[in-house]
T-cell receptor, first 114, second 113 residues
Framework: AQSVSQHNHHVILSEAASLELGCNYSYGGTVNLFWYVQYPGQHLQLLLKYFSGDPLVKGIKGFEAEFIKSKFSFNLRKPSVQWSDTAEYFCAVNPYSGNTPLVFGKGTRLSVIA | KAGVTQTPRYLIKTRGQQVTLSCSPISGHRSVSWYQQTPGQGLQFLFEYFSETQRNKGNFPGRFSGRQFSNSRSEMNVSTLELGDSALYLC????????????FGAGSRLTVL
C-alpha cells in the first residue's frame, strides 16, 4: 500500500526565514503529487501539483516543490515565509493512472512568528 | 461555480447514536470522496463514490457507510458512535474525466460525548 511520510510534525520559523518541508512516498510507479494547505479555520486548498514534465513546480503564494524521483521525494519550499503562511501543510500522492484514492501524509504544522 | 458544500458544519452526539453527514459536490463532478481528519493522524480515506457506486474503500469498520445519489450528492453514515469517532469529516469532489485534483468542502465537525 502507498504511504506518505512528512518528516516534521511542527515547524516554527521567524518571518523572512526560508522554508523546506519534507515529503517522501512509497510507490514504485508513476505518481501524481500534491501539496495542500489548511489555514486556521479554513478548508483544505490545493497549493500545487505535479503530474509530469518539469520536476520543479510552482504554486500559489510563492511556494514551489521539487520532485526527485530517485529519492521518492516531493519537498515543499518557500524562500521567505510570512506570518500569513501559518497553516497546516499536507503532502498527498496517488498513482498516475487509475482511480485510486489520494493518500495523505499526517501533515506539518507551520507557525510563523514575527 | 459553487464549491463543495457540507452539512451540518458542527454537531454533537453521544456514544451509541448514529449520524448522517451530507455533501454536495461541485456541479458536474461525479466523484465524491470522504476523509476523516484527526489531530496527529492527518487525513484518512474513508470511501469514494462515482456514479452512485462505491469505487474505493478505506480501512474503516463497517459502522462507517456511505452512498451517492443520482445527482452526485453523497451522504455518509456512522452508526453506534464511539468517542474515537470525534473528528472533522471532509468531503471532496473531482471531475470524472481523469482529473485527479480534489476540491474539498469545509467539513463537518463531529463531537461524540
Amino acid at each position: 500500500a502507498q504511504s506518505v511520510s512528512q518528516h516534521n510534525h511542527h515547524v516554527i520559523l521567524s518571518e523572512a526565514a526560508s522554508l523546506e518541508l519534507g515529503c517522501n512516498y512509497s510507490y514504485g510507479g508513476t505518481v501524481n503529487l500534491f501539496w495542500y494547505v489548511q489555514y486556521p479555520g479554513q478548508h483544505l486548498q490545493l497549493l500545487l501539483k505535479y503530474f509530469s514534465g518539469d520536476p520543479l513546480v510552482k504554486g500559489i503564494k510563492g511556494f514551489e516543490a521539487e520532485f526527485i524521483k530517485s529519492k521518492f521525494s516531493f519537498n515543499l519550499r518557500k524562500p521567505s515565509v510570512q506570518w500569513s503562511d501559518t497553516a497546516e501543510y499536507f503532502c498527498a500522492v496517488n498513482p498516475y493512472s487509475g482511480n485510486t484514492p489520494l493518500v495523505f501524509g499526517k501533515g506539518t504544522r507551520l507557525s510563523v512568528i514575527a | 461555480k459553487a464549491g463543495v458544500t457540507q452539512t451540518p458544519r458542527y454537531l454533537i452526539k453521544t456514544r451509541g447514536q448514529q449520524v448522517t453527514l451530507s455533501c454536495s459536490p461541485i456541479s458536474g463532478h461525479r466523484s465524491v470522496s470522504w476523509y476523516q481528519q484527526t489531530p496527529g493522524q492527518g487525513l484518512q480515506f474513508l470511501f469514494e463514490y462515482f456514479s452512485e457506486t462505491q469505487r474505493n474503500k478505506g480501512n474503516f469498520p463497517g459502522r462507517f457507510s456511505g452512498r451517492q445519489f443520482s445527482n452526485s450528492r453523497s451522504e455518509m453514515n456512522v452508526s453506534t458512535l464511539e468517542l474515537g469517532d470525534s473528528a472533522l469529516y471532509l468531503c471532496a469532489s473531482r471531475g470524472g474525466d481523469g482529473a485527479n485534483v480534489l476540491t474539498f468542502g469545509a467539513g463537518s465537525r463531529l463531537t461524540v460525548l
